[in-house]
């Protein structure tokens, strides 16, 4: 006895050559998921600032710097990635604020720079055009209650010191007048933070342009 078939009157039935292979019941690995947005450019004319790095004075030096190299710290707002966030915003607001503004901001990064070495790291400044001002300052790795600093507060210390530079270089007289610090030149409210990236050992270098947001 033959099964009688069943056409739905709503639906023509497909040619054999036209059917998908596709199966819900395949494993979700097999599902190619839709790619994201391209990211909006926050600063399309920013610019970085070159800056000589810091090199290791002895081959002891720099083959203990070169086994513990360690990642970029980055710094961006949340929902974007390599684009920095403006050293004013920072230095303008407290920790909540910062907070708000910052992706991953409790990243307890102090930990992963001391690789319980150190209780500090010294931070170098190399503007181009002011070999004069040797800018080297220390930054606790911790906090007043003991604990790993965090990716806020790290942007915090950071935008601080460049504050303090600026401040002390306006009034240095310029070696390239392209990067002149002043309010003929630039100023700290068009600074970008974009990480903080081991130099040598323990020292290390704000990766940093000149920008205004789109």
Known sequence: MTTPSFQNPLHVPLHPSKQSSYSTLLSPRHVVPPSAPPQRALFP?????????????SKWKAAMS???????????????????????????????????????????????????????????????????????RQINLTNTSGKPITRAQ??????????????????EQAKDAQWRIGVTGITFDSMILLSLTQACDNVWVAEVATGTRA
């Open 66 to 136: 070169q086994g513990r190299k360690l990642a970029p710290i980055t710094f961006d707002y949340v929902g974007y990635t390599g684009q920095g966030i403006p050293m004013c915003e920072i230095a303008s607001r407290a920790s909540y604020g910062i907070e708000q503004l910052l992706d991953r901001p409790l990243d307890t990064v102090g930990s992963t720079i001391s690789l319980g070495l150190h209780q500090h790291v010294t931070l170098k400044i190399f503007w181009p055009g002011y070999p004069q001002l040797d800018w080297t």
């Open 45 to 57: 004319r920013k610019k970085i600032v070159p800056q000589h790095l810091h090199t290791a004075t």
């Open 154 to 171: 790290l942007a915090s210390a950071v935008s601080l010191q460049f504050a303090r530079f600026f401040e002390k270089a306006q009034f």
